[in-house]
């Protein structure tokens, strides 16, 4: 017998190391840096960004000079007679002017890069907000799993402590149908909270940028670290923040792209020049020269010009009144978030008193059940009111989190944020 317990001991104590060692205890920074380096999402964005610059390159390559080199064997028959000419040549063509077309197109680009540029922050900050409401929502579910717990344990006394009244004559079977109740809404609510936490583990690990669902727990407390109690200017703060820097950007593209679409009105101008050798035998030695010079002006191309001009300056007006609609919207934003961070941080104040109280009524409402000095249903008010109050206290501290997170997020706040804050 005492070399099965002792057998039973040391599986029991190897299953609970293995179950310790599977699960990935993360805090917040570990988090981010985590999401720095995998998250699809950033990666996504910053291919984006390869993509624009790689375009401004490609448009920028026509202000320099096209080389090309050729070698060719032509051979023809005339009468019977077989003519063999070889040749070899190198060729270059150089823009001289065209209305500085080519220019604008390069300026566009570069803010359309510099656009690209802000959009990877603005998914940056996307990302923060949703991977700090994962986080926050796996510290809530951790602790509402405790919470649960300890109360079907005190449901479960006060069913032991009803059933003894029961017994004795001192309590009706309504008050124990009623305990038993609790006691299995409890029970249920411990299973619900179990798998909530794993709803959340996934969420988690999803901001991660993993693909399997991998046990973690979130380490970190329901601590307000960016509180901002100050009200700040959010006219000047406005202007920092990379949605509206995005905004900006596209409108100064579009405005080049309208002086590029003008200069298709110009003539092009081109400078060419040739040199090689030809012979009708090989290697050719008789050398060969030629420069030109070329305007080209389109004169009719079905209005087609006239058509991108009139595109050009809609496509601006429109980033024009993009760019105050964006303004407006993110002052109204961060309005709104900050205000609602203090509402949350006031709250979560309010929660804790109501709190303390319940636990302190509930204690000595405890001690007068069991002694007969108040009646069930003055004792069982008692006690739902702490189940109340506990739940009502952690979700206030888990929503203060969430709406420091929006507030970050609603001035720009990226995934280095904390880096940055701390440095200031």
Not at 161 to 175: A, I, N, Q, T, W
Not at 258 to 285: I, R
Not at 291 to 308: H, Q, T
Request: charged residues 30%.
């Amino acid at each position: 017998m005492k070399k099965q317990l002792f057998i039973f001991i040391i599986v029991a104590c190897v299953c609970i190391s293995n179950t310790c060692a599977a699960e990935e205890v993360l805090n917040w920074e570990n988090c981010v840096k985590a999401a720095q380096e995998k998250h699809p999402d950033l990666v996504s964005a910053q291919e984006q960004l390869n993509q624009a610059i790689a375009s401004k390159s490609i448009i920028g390559s026509d202000l320099l000079p096209q080389i090309s080199t050729e070698v060719f064997r032509k051979r023809t028959d005339t009468n019977k007679v077989i003519t063999d000419n070889y040749q070899y040549a190198v060729t270059a063509q150089q823009l001289v002017f065209d209305g500085f077309k080519i220019l604008y197109d390069v300026i566009a680009a570069d803010k359309t890069a510099r656009s690209k540029l802000y959009s990877q922050a603005v998914v940056s900050s996307d990302v923060r907000l949703r991977l700090r409401t994962a986080f926050v929502e796996l510290l809530r579910a951790q602790a509402l799993l405790e919470i649960v717990k300890d109360i079907a344990q005190r449901r479960k006394q006060n069913v032991e402590l009803l059933r003894l009244r029961y017994d004795v004559g001192k309590e009706h079977k309504g008050s124990l149908l009623t305990v038993q109740a609790d006691l299995r809404l409890a029970e249920f609510e411990v299973a619900q909270a179990q798998r909530d936490l794993v709803v959340a583990q996934r969420r988690l690990n999803k901001e991660l940028g993993r693909t399997a669902l991998k046990p973690l727990k979130a380490e970190g407390e329901f601590t307000i670290t960016y509180a901002d109690t100050e009200k700040p200017a959010f006219e000047s703060l406005v202007e920092s923040t990379p949605f509206l820097k995005d905004l900006v950007a596209k409108k100064e593209s579009a405005k080049f792209e309208v002086k590029s679409a003008q200069a298709d009105f110009f003539p092009q101008v081109f400078l060419t020049g040739s040199y090689g050798k030809k012979k009708e035998k090989w290697p050719p030695d008789r050398r060969t020269w030629y420069v030109e010079g070329k305007v080209s002006f389109p004169l009719f191309e079905g209005n087609s010009r006239f058509a991108e001009l009139s595109r050009a300056k809609s496509a601006y007006r429109q980033a024009l009144a993009d760019e105050k609609s964006g303004r407006d919207g993110v002052i109204l934003t961060m309005e709104e978030q900050w205000a609602q961070l203090q509402d949350t941080i006031d709250y979560v104040e309010v929660q804790r008193q109501f709190l303390e109280a319940t636990e302190e009524r509930a204690k000595i409402a405890q001690s007068q059940y069991s002694n007969g000095l108040i009646l069930f249903d003055n004792w069982i008010i008692i006690e739902d009111d702490l189940v109340a109050a506990k739940k009502a206290f952690l979700s206030a501290q888990a929503n203060a989190l969430l709406a420091e997170a929006e507030w970050i997020q609603a001035k720009g706040g990226t995934l280095g944020y904390d880096d940055v804050y701390e440095k200031q």
